[in-house]
T-cell receptor, first 114, second 112 residues
Framework: EAGVAQSPRYKIIEKRQSVAFWCNPI?????LYWYQQILGQGPKLLIQ????????DSQLPKDRFSAERLKGVDSTLKIQPAKLEDSAVYLC????????????FGPGTRLTVT | AQKVTQAQTEISVVEKEDVTLDCVYETRDTTYYLFWYKQPPSGELVFLIRRNSFDEQNEISGRYSWNFQKSTSSFNFTITASQVVDSAVYFC?????????FGTGTRLQVTL
């Protein structure tokens, strides 16, 4: 069974530029999550989708971050414009359906904002 | 509010030593799940174990064992006879109906 796929693996941009990350969850997984992991910290949930609807985006900085999952499968997370403090690893995870299932994580995208 | 505390920032041991990683959690929910994840240098989070709040039975899987005690809100993880390949950052996490909350992680360094 293929795992969660993410691209790109690494990205370096200058502040005020835009960037987008892509995630393809495990086939059949209805729930998709985006996490931000700043160096030395645990992952922090940014947004959770159930199929193509948003379940929780309370910690998403909506003035600069946006995410979509139009067909209930792939998802894109965008930052526009980026700030220095956005430097982090962005992890995508998916789970089968309900909240009490294990979340399977992708390899992450390491973003460096200079 | 829910919280996970991993007080040990970094632990260094020599191969074959036993090591215990501590995890203390806080939640008002009566139904919840606890997890341990391993994050090797490659960056991917690897699922190790899940326990629900109604099952306090300890679990052993090879060299790994977990001790869940609701009375002290702790879910500690022990690696027996550690190996160099165990070197990684280990995260404890708490899942309730609202969200998955991670601790800050414990970096384990196993040397020869």
């Amino acid at each position: 069974e293929a795992g969660v796929a993410q691209s790109p693996r690494y990205k370096i941009i200058e502040k005020r530029q835009s960037v987008a990350f892509w995630c393809n969850p495990i086939s059949g997984h209805a729930t998709l999550y985006w996490y931000q992991q700043i160096l030395g910290q645990g992952p922090k949930l940014l947004i959770q989708f159930q199929n193509n609807g948003v379940v929780d985006d309370s910690q998403l900085p909506k003035d600069r971050f946006s995410a979509e999952r139009l067909k209930g499968v792939d998802s894109t997370l965008k930052i526009q414009p980026a700030k220095l403090e956005d430097s982090a690893v962005y992890l995508c995870a998916s789970s089968l359906e309900n909240w009490d299932y294990e979340q399977y994580f992708g390899p992450g995208t390491r973003l460096t904002v200079t | 509010a829910q919280k996970v505390t991993q007080a040990q920032t970094e632990i260094s041991v020599v191969e074959k030593e036993d090591v215990t990683l501590d995890c203390v959690y806080e939640t008002r929910d009566t139904t919840y799940y606890l997890f341990w994840y391993k994050q090797p240098p490659s960056g991917e989070l690897v699922f190790l174990i899940r326990r629900n709040s109604f099952d306090e039975q300890n679990e052993i899987s090879g060299r790994y064992s977990w001790n869940f005690q609701k009375s002290t809100s702790s879910f500690n993880f022990t690696i027996t006879a550690s190996q160099v390949v165990d070197s990684a950052v280990y995260f404890c996490a708490l899942l309730t109906a609202s969200k998955l909350t991670f601790g800050t992680g414990t970096r384990l360094q196993v040397t020869l």
